[in-house]
């Protein structure tokens, strides 16, 4: 049987349901959000002259979830108009519309006898083949189906979503003995392929895989924590990114996801296992009575940490006061700062015999135990435990690569000199020779099951650089960037110098590979899989040479990479590019000039040069004035509209949310593409490049450019001078603004007169050099240098 899913139900409106609802509108498929009706009126409605039988009054829990999701930060949605794509709705007036979809999801409050009644009406008025899901985090699934039909039963598994479902990456399905394999093996795809999920089949047990790993894993470290006397902002000093965890580290992890979800996710597990694991699973009486005081962390204003003025104070757990965070400082610690990876500063951290080293050891070891005894239990095998814990708790590193990464033999030789109960399977994979639960082979990459390795799968889109590398794939490097076959006669230009700043190396990288493809190849991608797609130029080179006064060298550095921009945009073969996280000011400016653009949906794109003093000094004015220009029914341009819009646009130093947004600012146009999964978004930009060679690609025509000139400026700085006087903008921020106005206006030019891109570019240049010799620009270089923030002077 073909599943296809057209329309979706969600049902139960609350933080998390609202947040589904919002995730499937975002990939565009259309929402039908019920709640409960109401049962009293409230003041408002009351005054409004409203009964329980308005709809407004039945709706009004769908409605205000719907508020809410616009307000919400980080926001659910990728565009406010992705909010039409929801329907509010009641679980009465509005149960027989579940007919028309394909997809229900039940995510109602977390009582079995309460979804049990929520699914018996989901099952009078489904269609027969529709699927139905719960977005459970530890109920039994089986338990939830029981004395449904049997069309029900073979369409129904849990969809665990993890909260943000717009960013987390995790979505654990959990099919019933009787859930149809089809269903099953349709919803691995869809999650993947149109929801952008990491997807782990986990078994039906107590909070799944994820939760029940990390929670003990997190109980772990309070019981460590209380033992050893050590501080909250001592333990999460180590515990963060040090060892390849998220900034939050344990306990504002804890306050970000409120205690009291905490305490409900740790109290089903405790309530349903036995022995060991059950005491570790025991909430500990300060955490009960910072629930009790109604201390849950973010949500609450106050929990494990506390904000005053500018300070961040600890909770003492012993006496429930705050007091100034602390940190450990070890040698253990300084040496595994020193130490180049994860699984080195990890390993250098976790046999140190000092005070963080000991601490370390002791939250690890249970973890890496725990993870292995519940093999089989919780999963079948150790790669979705370890994506369990990576996609959904933000590790670098999964338990099993986390074993690999300190040492299998000399850890669990450690283990079992203090007593811990290293599980038999672990114990024979050592007797049997084998060393590591990982291992690569001709490129490929193995895991350990059942005796023997077997070859991870992936799907076929997601391509892994550092593969390509290890197999000798790549053409030619230097210090910032590397040229990568990617087969199929596509080459990948990656950048790779630090934050993937734009310098001399990168530019002349560009150069050659545009050489090279045009040479040899179908076309080029623009891509990598670092951190960022690029935070722009490499200021700190800009700044030394400006402080230098050594203007020559800038104006050659800002004239090559204008030449290398030009390069890309009239190259013979198309040129993609594929930004993703931060694709600022030169990110931006190497993405305009593409012959198309392969965004993630994550992907926050801007020129972003006024922030330190500048305007853009690549083409970025010029390519964003033309992109909109383009985008205008030939002759009926408004110029003026246009330079307005690219003028606000650069000025403001506006950043796109999503790529959703980088469309409405028109850094993206209608035929650029969004990848909803990341780890698909290469092989996205690939086939682009693939199909427009395929299509007989031939370069945009060189024509001149009609801009606004003199009365342009002067309605352009209108705005700005009115901004000014009201002391909205300081005088430097003037002078930047004048410069960028003058450019996007062409000049001292009549209206409308046509000009050639390099008198553009020229004008663009010239700007950016007089600005950077300003002391006020230099001082906001400094200061986004060191402090990381734009500086208002």
Known sequence: MTFSIKKAAVLGSGVMGSGIAAHLANVGIPVLLLDIVPKELTKEEMAKGLSLKDKEVRNRMTNLALAKLLKQKPAPLTHKNRLSYISPGNLEDDIEKLSEVDWIIEVVVEKLEVKKKV?????????????????????????????????????????HFFNPPRYLKLLEIIPTEKTDNNVLAFMQQFSEDILGKGVVVAKDTPNFIANRIGTYGLLVTVREMLKGGFSIGE?????????????????????VVGLDTFIHVANNVYEQVEGDEKKVFEVPEFMNKMHENGWLGSKSGQGFYLKQGKDILELNPETLEYAPRKSLKTPGIEMAKQAKGTAQKMKALVYSEDKAGKLLWNIMAPVLAISAQLLGEIADSIVSIDQAMKWGFGWRLGPFETWDAIGVEKSVQKMEEQGIQVPTFVK???????????????????????????EILKNPKEIDLKVLKKEGKVLKKNSGANLIDLGDDV???????????????IIQMINYAIDEVERNY???????????????????MILMAAQDDDIFEIDMIVRQFQQAMMKIKYSKKPVAAAPFGMSLGGGAEVCLPCAHIQASMETYIGLVETGVGLIPGGGGNKELYLKLLNEMPDGMADL????????????????????????????????????????????DAKQAVIALHNQGYIPPARRKIPVTGETGYATLLLGAEAMHLSGYISDHDMKIAKKLAYVIAGGNLPYGTEVEEQYLLDLERQAFLSLI???????????????????RN
Not at 523 to 533: D, E, M, R, S
């Open 119 to 159: 699914f018996e009406q989901v099952d009078k008025y489904r269609k027969k083949g529709s699927i139905v899901s719960s977005n459970t985090s530890g109920i039994s699934v089986e338990a939830m189906a029981k004395g449904r039909s049997d069309d029900f039963q073979k369409h129904f598994l849990g969809t």
């Open 235 to 255: 333990v999460d000093s180590i515990t963060g990114t040090l060892i390849g965890r998220p900034k939050s580290a344990t306990f504002r992890t804890l306050d």
């Open 428 to 454: 024979e994979m050592l007797d049997a020779g084998f060393t590591s639960f990982y291992k690569d082979v001709d490129g490929r990459k193995l895991y350990f099951s059942n005796g023997e390795y077997k």
């Open 491 to 505: 080459l990948l230009l990656e950048f790779q110098s630090p934050n993937n700043a734009i310098g001399f190396d």
């Open 522 to 540: 179908k076309g080029l991608v623009i891509g990598n899989q670092g951190k960022n797609f690029c935070v722009g130029a490499n200021l700190a």
């Open 640 to 683: 003026q509209k246009v330079a307005n819009r690219v003028f606000e646009t650069i000025a403001m130093a506006k950043v796109s949310t999503s790529g959703e947004e980088g469309r409405e600012n028109h850094f993206l146009n209608d035929q650029d593409g969004i990848s909803i999964n990341g780890d698909h978004q290469l092989y």
């Open 773 to 791: 010799a300003e002391p006020k620009s230099q001082q906001r270089m400094q200061h986004m240098l060191v402090k990381g923030k734009p500086l």
